[in-house]
């Protein structure tokens, strides 16, 4: 490293990597969309369930696409079979928790 | 072009973890487990949201469960999250000291969420909410459990990893292990998305 500071040089014949900012964005969304259900639940929780309930499972859905896609990768190019794999196991797992929820709450 | 000194940085590849067809496989089986995992979670999601409110003599989600404990947890794992992924980034460019110092601080922040979750645990049995008190109680248990096993699994999967390239170096053998590893660190904080949601913030609301 002290012998072969050239920096410049150095840089431009190393392979492009994607800095750290896109993830702490990533991170700072997270973060709000965590805040925004935690203070709905504290604020109106208890004056408008289901308007909370909802609101609180689109926060959810947006948080893990957000972490899906640029923390585990699956926006990236290549991500076909990932995707594939992952939609198959939600569908499947959604088609058990709306089995299940309507085989005891109807 | 080229000086001799740099040889090693530029046979480092850009993505080194599907430089080899090993590790290209390693990837892609590791994304199939993963959708076998949504599976498995979400089958005890519908177990948990079908029994939720059976709480029989026990307490209520709404009576034991407390916001700050959940979201003080909830921001231990996400920040491991971003740990790992700052990992990940560090082995592209072949920086191993930072890799490895940033797995350890994920494994660090798994070990806080683990003892912080015991201590959950161990308080809600103090108050009367355990294992058999009711199928809410039963279905919370195995659900948040789970999840705590596979923070667990991957805390003590991380130290290995960590043991394994201070002995053998990172290369193209060792890259996908410890990318596939992030990986999965990565889901298990989405499931406690879910986790947090669906159990601590539902319960809540009632």
Redesign the interface.
């Known amino acids: 490293m002290t012998a072969h500071d050239m920096a410049p040089d150095n840089s431009k014949r190393r392979h492009r990597h994607e800095g750290k900012q896109k993830h702490i964005i990533a991170f700072i969304f997270s973060i709000v969309l965590t805040l925004i259900a935690f203070v709905t639940v504290a604020s109106v929780g208890e004056v408008n369930p289901t308007f909370t309930v909802i609101l609180l499972l689109v926060m959810a859905v947006l948080q893990v696409v957000i972490q899906m896609s640029y923390w585990m990768h699956m926006k990236d190019k290549g991500h076909v079979l990932p995707i594939v794999f992952m939609i198959g196991g939600v569908i499947i797992a959604f088609t058990a928790i709306v089995m299940s929820v309507y085989w005891v709450w109807w | 072009m080229?000086?001799p000194?740099?040889h090693v940085?530029?046979q480092w590849?850009?993505e080194p973890e599907?430089a080899t067809l090993e590790g290209r496989n390693k990837v892609?089986g590791f994304?199939?487990f993963?959708?076998?995992?949504?599976?498995l979670?979400?089958?005890l999601?519908?177990?948990f949201?079908?029994?939720r409110n059976q709480i029989g003599d026990g307490p209520s989600a709404a009576e034991l469960f407390k916001?700050p404990m959940?979201?003080t947890v909830?921001?231990i794992l996400?920040?491991s999250?971003?740990t790992s992924?700052?990992a990940i980034?560090a082995m592209?460019?072949k920086e191993v000291k930072a890799m490895l110092n940033w797995l350890i601080v994920t494994v660090i922040l798994g070990f806080c969420f683990l003892g912080m979750e015991i201590y959950e645990f161990v308080e809600y049995v103090h108050e009367g909410h355990t294992f058999t008190t009711s199928a809410f109680s039963s279905s919370f248990y195995t659900l948040v459990g789970f999840h705590g096993a596979h923070v667990a699994f991957g805390v003590a999967w991380i130290s290995i990893l960590i043991a394994q390239v201070r002995k053998k170096g990172l290369n193209l053998v060792t890259a996908p292990k410890v990318y596939v590893s992030a990986?999965y660190w990565?889901?298990i904080?989405?499931v406690w998305?879910?986790i947090?949601?669906?159990v601590y913030?539902?319960g809540?609301?009632?």
């Not at chain 2, 993963?34 to 599976?39: D, F, K, R, S």
């Open positions: 080229s000086a000194a740099h940085d530029d590849p850009h599907k892609i994304w199939l993963l959708g076998g995992e949504a599976v979670f979400g089958t999601f519908a177990t949201l079908a029994l916001l959940i979201a909830t921001a996400l920040v999250s971003l992924v700052f980034q592209h460019r990986i990565h889901f904080d989405v998305v879910f947090f949601t669906v913030l539902m809540k609301v009632g």
